[in-house]
């Protein structure tokens, strides 16, 4: 893949933005078919241009004026906001306190950072195909659950372009939902649970709710490869500490020499089971233990929601196809059918897209010169499936003409 410099990123999202970005298609998305008068017209769009100058309450009165704003500013970053009451860019004008955030998709915000008590191949902005198995089981977890569980049918699952991944869930009920309401669903999802001062993170009631077991059911399948072997979390003495944190101190002893006597994880964490059984047929009237395997089991795997991206109706999140500054990977749509597929470091860079844009141009040149080929058959390349997919859940979601 052509490599990426953040040098040439101005000169790549001239190219990018005037030849490659899908404004039919997401001109139809945020304009929802239309149904409702000034819809698009009072969406909040924010651009991040360079130097970090960063321009809020942007809005467009149609898909024009949003490509000619694009191709003007060249954006290093674009963010999607709420349906305002009034126009966005005259939100000066309107008397105080008038201006009020209406309607926005429900969005979650998963980031690997938020992990890194738990992963022990990368920290911080870091990521590789050992640690990416969190946001598949993530996905996995979050989508049933909103399918399921809430009964939502639009759902949209965007890679960010480095470290996470957001999803928008796009039903017209949901995008009316209160901040109230956006708050209870994003607390049935969590969890996982304190911060970095407190160790025990999942406390499971006696009665187990439907929601953990379907998801620990989906964690099982995840869980030896990538805890046990590509983590490795019970590998030394430094690692097998942070899980006997999580044990009731009568048992910590036993497995520390238990651990002692195993030489790999998947060994160490059958020793773990075993004593967890014991404990809990010596000390039935002791709940501590009850489902104290699931316990880890969540802590180390379950997703991390950024609650306040979810709850504020006004909160921007950052939209599909726009260019990663540091790694110049597009933010593109995920296929909820190949989710276990999906690698962020095979994922079209600006830098690969434009180049293959060049090579297709100078061919298309030397023998007739046409430009619409050029672009449809750019389109026919890296960025195709994630375009046909995009398109095919906007059609879905506004039941329109294709």
């Known amino acids: 893949m052509e490599a990426f410099d953040p040098a040439e990123l101005p000169e790549l999202l001239k190219l990018y933005y005037r030849r490659l970005f899908p404004y039919g298609q997401y001109y139809r998305w945020l304009n929802y078919g239309g149904v409702v008068k000034n819809y698009f017209q009072h969406r909040e769009f924010s651009f991040t241009l360079k130097d970090d ?56 915000d998963i980031d690997m950072t938020d992990y890194d008590d738990v992963r022990r191949c990368c920290s911080s902005a870091d990521i ?50 209160s901040s109230a309401v956006r708050s ?75 651990f002692q006597r195993q030489s790999n994880s998947p060994q160490r964490w059958e020793t773990l089971k075993n004593t967890i059984n014991k404990y809990q047929k010596n000390n039935k009237n002791d709940k501590c233990g009850l489902w104290l395997e699931w316990e880890i089991m969540l802590q180390y795997c379950f997703p991390r929601l950024d609650i306040n991206v979810s709850k504020g109706i006004n909160h921007l999140l950052k939209s599909p196809f726009s260019v990663h ?10 296929d909820l059918q190949k989710v276990d597929q999906f690698d962020p470091f095979t994922v079209p860079t600006i830098s690969s897209i434009c180049h293959e844009l060049d090579v ?15 672009k449809h058959r750019t389109r026919e390349s890296k960025l195709k499936c994630h375009f046909i997919y995009f398109s095919s859940n906007i059609n879905k979601i506004i039941r329109g003409p294709v």
């Open 53 to 108: 100058i960063y321009i809020r309450y942007q809005s467009f009165n149609n898909q024009s004026d949003l490509e000619k704003e694009m191709q003007k500013m060249n954006p290093y970053k674009i963010d999607i906001g709420a349906v305002y009451s009034h126009r966005p860019n005259q939100h000066n004008t309107v008397k105080l306190g008038a201006f009020q955030a209406q309607e926005k998709e429900l969005v979650f």
């Open 128 to 177: 590789c195909s050992k640690c990416w198995t969190l946001m598949t089981m993530a996905i996995h977890i979050i989508d049933r659950a909103l399918k399921e569980d809430f009964g939502f049918k639009h759902r949209l699952w965007v890679y960010s372009g480095r470290r996470g991944v957001h999803c928008w869930v796009c039903d017209e009920s949901v995008r009316k939902l």
């Open 184 to 258: 209870g669903i994003v607390e049935y999802l969590s969890l996982v649970k304190g911060g970095q001062d407190v160790k025990k993170k999942v406390h499971l009631s006696e009665k187990i709710h439907p929601f953990v077991r379907k998801s620990i059911n989906i964690i099982k399948k995840y869980f030896e490869q990538y805890a046990l072997v590509d983590q490795d979390i019970l590998e030394n003495k430094q690692s097998w500490d942070k899980i006997l944190a999580l044990v009731p101190e009568t048992v910590r002893d036993e497995l520390q020499q238990g």
């Open 325 to 334: 500054p540091k790694t110049g990977r597009i933010s593109v749509p995920i």
């Open 360 to 374: 297709i141009s100078t061919k298309e040149e030397k023998e007739n010169g046409t430009e619409s080929d050029t």
